[in-house]
């Protein structure tokens, strides 16, 4: 049962708020003949989760924090990442339903 969640919703426009300003920058990158997401900022979401959770080496911590806080797009999603991490270990568990397990390791099986 899948349940609405407020805060989960809110993050998740604010996410794809940021997203597509990211997109709209990196079009503009494009176009003065520059490609993607500067380094920084490839180097900083590719390692967000370790970086969250502590699982990097200090010199790449203290790259991304450098980043951080010269990036406002970056540091938004960084934001919006931990917040969404606490909104979801805030949520209660829930028991899954009477065959759940075995139905999902039957699909992975068949694939």
Same mark, same amino acid.
């Given at each position: 049962?899948?349940?609405?969640?407020?805060?989960?919703?809110?993050?998740?426009?604010?996410?794809?708020?940021?997203?597509?300003?990211?997109?709209?920058?990196? %079009?503009? !990158? $494009?176009?003065?003949?520059?490609?993607?997401?500067?380094? +920084?900022?490839?180097? @900083?979401? /590719?390692?967000?989760?370790?970086?969250?959770?502590?699982?990097?080496?200090?010199?790449?911590?203290?790259?991304?924090?450098?980043?951080?806080?010269?990036?406002?797009?970056?540091?938004?999603?960084? %934001?919006? !990442? $931990?917040?969404?991490?606490?909104?979801?270990?805030?949520? +209660?568990?829930?028991? @899954?339903? /009477?065959?759940?397990?075995?139905?999902?390791?039957?699909?992975?099986?068949?694939?």
């Amino acid at each position: 049962m899948l349940v609405y969640c407020y805060t989960c919703t809110w993050l998740e426009v604010e996410f794809q708020a940021k997203k597509k300003m990211m997109s709209l920058k990196s %079009r503009i !990158l $494009r176009l003065l003949g520059r490609s993607g997401l500067p380094h +920084p900022c490839e180097e @900083a979401r /590719a390692n967000s989760s370790d970086y969250i959770d502590g699982e990097i080496d200090a010199t790449l911590e203290a790259r991304i924090r450098a980043h951080l806080s010269d990036c406002p797009l970056c540091e938004a999603f960084f %934001r919006t !990442l $931990r917040e969404t991490i606490a909104a979801l270990r805030g949520m +209660p568990s829930q028991a @899954a339903p /009477a065959g759940f397990v075995e139905r999902v390791r039957e699909n992975i099986g068949s694939q």
